[in-house]
């Protein structure tokens, strides 16, 4: 007999189809309300396994629908809406993604960067509007090369952005809890002085309670009028209320995002202003990476079912 799964997130189709051949699907994530409810009553004590991402919350209530629940196979890196330590307590394993992404997330930090800098999203606008042909040259931007990148977290991702970041001639500084044994890139335990050394500051923490508005405004003030924020991290991590007033009063320069507070509708205001580059959270959205995280997830489904070591545990 199959066993059963609960498909919190779909997969890409074709991985859903082998999900499909391989177990007994129970898809929430097509169901809303009343549906919903019914659908969790029935299939919620079926199923040991769930896929989800880091776009669904995983709290209490939805683990007291799930009591057979052993395995979250989470297709993305971040899990900032999963309740980590109440899933341990209740000896469910989480496993994540974030190996499969590291390179395309970090290319889109690189893209936001040069892309708030030189105002490519305007020079783009200006080509078609034929301004161009009418005014002549756009406005002088910003280099980036011999600059300083600030990098806000070096995990995975951070170090890629941080290689990154050096290819296209910057220097490079870090932040952390704690100065990584194996770089010799200078560590800054405080991270206002991190900004105020950097032009470029770039976030690629995790989210969640411990990194909850970390980018502040004595930060954003620190980073100063010629400084640029560029979050591919989570939306959370920065006072975006902090960010919006920065960026229209111009004690910053420019940001570039892919992450905000509110998610899919970023704030009216930040969506006005014309010195912030904006992008769907989309940083991994790619063919490839979402074809690894997907099969990521389903290699992790298939050894947890088999009682062989999970491949990417996170706890
Ligand atoms: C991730 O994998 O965490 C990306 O941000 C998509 O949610």
């Not at 330590?85 to 974030?98: F, K, Y």
């Not at 931007?141 to 951070?158: H, M, Y």
């Not at 050394?197 to 995790?206: E, H, I, K, R, Y």
Request: aromatic share 4%; glycine share 8%.
């Amino acid at each position: 007999m199959k066993p059963d799964v609960l498909v919190a997130y779909p997969l890409r189709p074709r991985h859903m189809e082998i999900l499909a051949d391989t177990y007994r699907l129970h898809r929430l994530d097509l169901t809303k309300g009343s549906e919903r409810e019914a659908l969790l009553d029935k299939a919620g004590p079926l199923c040991s396994a769930m896929v989800v991402n880091g776009h669904v919350t995983v709290d209490a209530a939805l683990l007291d629908r799930l009591p057979a629940l052993k395995l979250a196979a989470c297709s993305s890196a971040g899990f900032d809406l999963m309740d980590l330590p109440e899933m341990t307590r209740r000896g469910i394993r989480l496993t994540n993604t974030s190996d499969a992404l590291v390179d395309d997330v970090a290319d889109m930090a690189l893209l936001l960067m040069l892309a708030a800098r030189r105002r490519l999203v305007q020079g783009d606008a200006y080509v078609r509007s034929g301004e161009w042909g009418r005014k002549g040259m756009m406005p002088l931007t910003t280099s980036t090369s011999g600059k300083r990148a600030g990098i806000v977290g070096l995990g995975n991702i951070g170090r890629a952005v941080a290689r990154r970041c050096q290819a296209v001639g910057l220097e490079v500084g870090y932040f952390g809890r704690r100065p990584k044994p194996d770089t010799d890139l200078p560590f800054f335990a405080d991270l206002t002085k991190l900004a105020a050394w950097a032009d470029v500051l770039l976030v690629t923490t995790p989210g969640g309670a411990e990194t909850e508005g970390l980018i502040s405004a004595p930060v954003l003030d620190a980073l100063g009028p010629q400084g640029s924020l560029i979050n591919i991290a989570r939306g959370t991590v920065v006072d975006e209320p902090a960010l919006i007033r920065a960026l229209q009063e111009g004690r910053i320069a420019s940001a570039g995002l892919d992450v905000y507070l509110n998610e899919p509708n970023p704030a009216p205001a930040l969506v006005q202003l014309d010195n912030v580059v904006l992008y769907p959270h989309h940083a991994s959205g790619t063919e490839e990476t979402r074809d690894r995280m997907a099969q990521m997830t389903l290699d992790n489904l298939a050894a947890f079912f088999a009682g062989k070591p999970l491949l990417t545990p996170v706890n």
